[in-house]
């Protein structure tokens, strides 16, 4: 199986919106809501940002928001802060007990 | 709190073994599934493998299958993951991860700080 397709980078401005798409196929997005979110700061362990498609963990901030259309997901961080500059990951069930990640998006926070 | 502490990282020559550890608590450990996720230098996350609960279920990355071996000790509130026939682009920081529920691997909710493998000679 293929890792799912982001976009190499996104930007924003503070206080601005950013919408970053994760791409994949009617066997993993498309076919199940088991999307999920990592934000990940260099030399840092990853930590959960959303689940099942728009879920939020206890603790993450409501700028962030989650949505799926189709075999495309997308993690919108609205709000944009300097603490947001860093590496976003998604992911996905795809069946039959695998887990596929995305290839990462760097945010920059102009 | 839940925490995970990997061990068992180092230096070792392509074609040689290693095998990591993963010190669980805060959590039921026996209660939920436990995924091993890589991340080469510079590189995106890499799913690699994951267990059940109970250790009646066990799945790998096709890069991976065939050379690692998940496993656990609940009654250590233990993950291992044994590496054989190491290669180069082996070479990568570790992590475990929880999941949510007793079996699949459908997302990761806690992830240890990762142990890197560097396979050199």
């Known amino acids: 199986q293929s890792a799912l397709t982001q976009p190499p980078s996104a930007s924003g401005s503070p206080g601005q919106s950013v919408t970053i798409s994760c791409t994949g196929t009617?066997?993993?997005?498309?076919?199940?809501?088991?999307v999920s979110w990592y934000q990940q700061h260099p030399g840092k362990a990853p930590k959960l940002m959303i689940y099942?498609?728009?879920k939020r963990p206890s603790g993450v901030p409501d700028r962030f928001s989650g949505s799926k259309s189709g075999n495309t997901a997308s993690l919108t961080v609205s709000g944009l802060q300097a603490e947001d500059e860093t590496d976003y990951y998604c992911?996905?069930?795809?069946?039959?007990?695998?887990?596929?990640f995305g290839g990462g998006t760097k945010l920059t926070v102009l | 709190e839940v925490q995970l502490l990997e061990s068992g990282g180092g230096l070792v020559q392509p074609g040689g073994s290693l095998r990591l550890s993963c010190a669980a608590s805060?959590?039921?450990?026996?209660?939920?599934?436990m995924n091993w996720v890589r991340q080469a230098p510079g590189k995106g996350l890499e799913w690699v493998s994951v267990i059940s609960g109970s250790a009646d279920s066990t799945n790998y990355a096709d890069s991976v299958r065939g050379r690692f071996t998940i496993s656990r000790d609940n009654s250590k509130n233990t993950l291992y993951l044994q590496m054989n026939s190491l290669r180069a682009e082996d070479t990568a920081v570790y992590y475990c991860a929880k999941a949510p529920y007793s079996s699949g691997c459908y997302w990761i909710d806690y992830w240890g700080q990762g142990t890197l493998v560097t396979v050199s000679s």
């Open positions: 099942e498609v728009n």
């Open positions: 992911s996905s069930y795809a069946g039959s007990n695998n887990l596929l």
């Open positions: 009617s066997s993993d997005v498309g076919g199940y809501n088991f």
């Open positions: 805060g959590f039921m450990f026996s209660s939920y599934a």
